[in-house]
């Protein structure tokens, strides 16, 4: 921390009735770094809630703390798309540390664990067996009615296909064309393409919870993946030799149908970082190989009924 607030003599000694989480975020921008960072504020929280005090014998923190609870950054950055998250338990309004002056009330602290220590992130690069993820799905019901995105039936008799575009690394040449020959070769699908860094993120939910089939280059745009509605399908297409789990892994925990394929990198492919800059080709009668499986998978769900040949 470069920056601290130095309490005058005054100051009360009395049991704080503010909680402050100091937070010093990683970025903002990345929704991937971003949600561990998050996640792992909220299962701090949760073990607080049911850790007893051994002053008062009652919980560290309760539901009701949440009123009197306020986020106050350390760092830098700007808002960001992700903001709103912190307030699934601070209620009070979200601060900057070089707001705070000698006049503050004393506060309770709270410190959550760093993003990179999130269990979630561990293990990425494995095939992990787990199957099931309360602490996952719990999170997602939590950031779902923070942003009121209802979870409707899938009621429409298409394939809802979203393909998420990449504008800056790991771009997919010759997009358009391969977008419009999906459209053309493969039957009972609605295909979307979307920017995501373009829209605000409760937009982004409700698209989500609406896909039947999510689509795109490895990166962190795929962790939308974690707001499907179970039974939906992913499928991922990495950067030829790359051996990330971490989708993989994820959708296996939400009962999410997960594919996957490598694609040629464009250019040299030299260096073992090389694939996070790289754009990406891939041959058109592959991708709707690919495409083809996924939407087939998914021909009979909900209220769609199709023979798959």
């Not at 602290?109 to 095939?127: H, K, R, Y």
Request: proline share 3%; with cysteine.
């Amino acid at each position: 921390m470069n920056e601290a607030v130095i309490l005058g003599k005054a100051a009360s000694s009395e049991r704080s009735k503010i909680t402050t989480i100091l937070l010093k975020r990683e970025g903002m921008g990345n929704l991937w770094h971003s949600l561990m960072e998050i996640m792992s504020l909220t299962w701090s929280l949760d073990v607080l809630q049911m850790s007893i005090d051994a002053q008062t014998g009652e919980p560290f923190i309760t539901p009701k703390y949440g009123a009197t609870t306020q986020i106050v950054l350390a760092d830098q950055h700007e808002d960001g798309p992700f903001i709103e998250l912190w307030k699934l338990f601070a209620k009070m309004p979200i601060r900057r540390i070089h707001e705070l002056n000698a006049s503050e009330p004393v506060s309770d602290i709270i410190i959550p664990f760093a993003g990179g220590s999130n269990t979630l992130w561990q293990g990425d690069w494995e095939d992990l067996l787990c199957r099931e993820s309360s602490l996952i799905k719990t999170f997602v019901s939590r950031a779902l009615t923070l942003y009121n995105v209802a979870t409707s039936a899938k009621d429409d008799d298409s394939v809802v296909v979203t393909y998420i575009r990449r504008t800056n690394t790991r771009k997919l040449l010759d997009e358009d064309m391969h977008m419009e020959a999906i459209r053309k070769a493969i039957p009972h699908i609605k295909l979307s393409v979307v920017d995501f860094a373009t829209i605000p993120f409760a937009e982004q939910l409700k698209i989500v919870r609406g896909t039947d089939l999510l689509v795109g280059v490895h990166g962190a745009g795929l962790t939308h993946l974690m707001f499907l509605q179970p039974g939906s399908a992913v499928l991922e297409l990495l950067p030829e030799g790359l051996q990330h789990k971490g989708f993989r892994n994820l959708s296996q925990m939400l009962g999410i149908v997960y594919f996957r394929t490598h694609i040629k990198m464009h250019g040299d492919a030299s260096g073992d970082d090389q694939w996070q800059f790289d754009a990406v080709e891939v041959d058109q009668h592959q991708l709707l190989d690919l495409i083809n499986y996924g939407v087939k998978s998914l021909y009979n769900t909900g209220k769609k009924s199709y023979d798959i040949l």
